[in-house]
């Protein structure tokens, strides 16, 4: 059995982390009530301080920095609205912090929040900066992968299951009876697991995978608009579109629209992440949807248990997807 924790002490007193850490340690204005309570809950949990984390040993900033690839793509507000909620209730801010999918932006974040003594990194998505990541692991900064995984490296991630996603769109839009289903990605491990998904569930319906119908986009809804053009012009264009995000599968609407194709009579189109987007386009978004506050909570959950445990194994949290139907996606018409 495991030793108690700061987090174990803090969830039994019904109080945040940081609420026990200056208990412990002597500082900050807690009411006697509080303090003789934890205090209690300590010797019960024969809770021993001396094997906290020396970041808990007053010198935690009880901050967390959240790293996203692209602040114009609205999921990751949504994720940074369950993590801050979370944060909150433990006793630990939120610092956000944009790369725009450049190695040398998340260099400089990085050095700069260390310097700063940020007590962990959630970093979301895409990273491209992989002997950065290596040498955060090495140094043991706590640090949890968020809506992409990194199998080959001693890193935990939470992630929606992708490629469950990928297969849950191919086989929504098989069943409306497309046949030639196109998808727009981005060049991502997330995008990569959404295709294999989508691979899977044409071939278990016999319908061979045509590589050329598989764009590789980049990450705006402009990219996505160009990208898609490779598709719809075809002579033998698909009757389905499966953007591997919301931003992508707008893009294809966008460019559907511009040719003077409907959505869905002519073409069917679905997303990925359902975000607020999808409710406010015309016609509205079919999405594959994620479970944001369960996310959000376990992501959170694991990097406290990083920071004020010494040794944590490497955990790898993959949550089931659903898909939410709404307006752009349709049977085909022979």
Do not use: W
């Amino acid at each position: 059995m495991n030793p108690p924790t700061i987090y174990d002490v803090a969830k039994a007193a019904g109080v945040s982390t940081a609420t026990v850490s200056k208990v412990i340690n002597n500082t900050g204005r807690i009411s006697e009530k509080t303090k003789e309570k934890i205090n209690r809950i300590i010797e019960e949990l024969n809770f021993r301080p001396n094997v906290i984390a020396s970041a808990m040993k007053g010198k935690s900033t009880y901050q967390i920095a959240f790293l996203i690839p692209d602040v114009s793509n609205p999921v990751y507000a949504e994720y940074l609205k369950q993590i801050e909620e979370r944060g909150q209730e433990l006793g630990y801010n939120i610092v956000m912090c944009s790369t725009d999918d450049q190695a040398d932006k998340e260099a400089r974040h990085i050095n700069l929040l260390k310097q700063r003594r940020i007590d962990g990194f959630i970093i979301a998505s895409k990273f491209k900066n992989v002997a950065l990541l290596k040498q955060l692991i090495s140094e043991k900064f706590p640090v949890v992968l968020f809506a992409h995984e990194r199998p080959e490296l001693s890193v935990s991630s939470v992630t929606v299951d992708d490629y469950i996603g990928g297969y849950m769109a191919a086989s929504h839009l098989l069943a409306l009876g497309h046949r030639r289903v196109g998808v727009i990605a981005e060049e991502s491990v997330s995008s990569k697991e959404r295709i294999r998904g989508y691979k899977s569930a044409l071939s278990e319906s016999d319908i061979t995978v045509e590589d050329h119908l598989i764009v590789i986009s980049g990450p705006a809804v402009l990219d996505a608009e160009i990208a898609a053009v490779k598709l719809l012009d075809r002579e033998d264009r698909p009757t389905a579109i499966f953007g591997c995000n919301d931003l992508l599968a707008i893009g294809v609407m966008q460019a559907s629209r511009a040719r003077g194709i409907q959505v869905p009579e002519q073409l069917s189109v679905i997303g990925f992440d359902d975000t607020l987007l999808c409710s406010i386009v015309s016609p509205k978004l079919t999405s594959i949807s994620q479970p944001l506050r369960e996310l959000g909570k376990e992501v959170m959950d694991m990097m406290i248990r990083k920071i004020e445990q010494d040794e944590v194994p490497k955990q790898r949290v993959r949550m089931l997807p659903e898909i939410s139907v709404k307006e752009s996606t349709a049977r085909i018409h022979d």
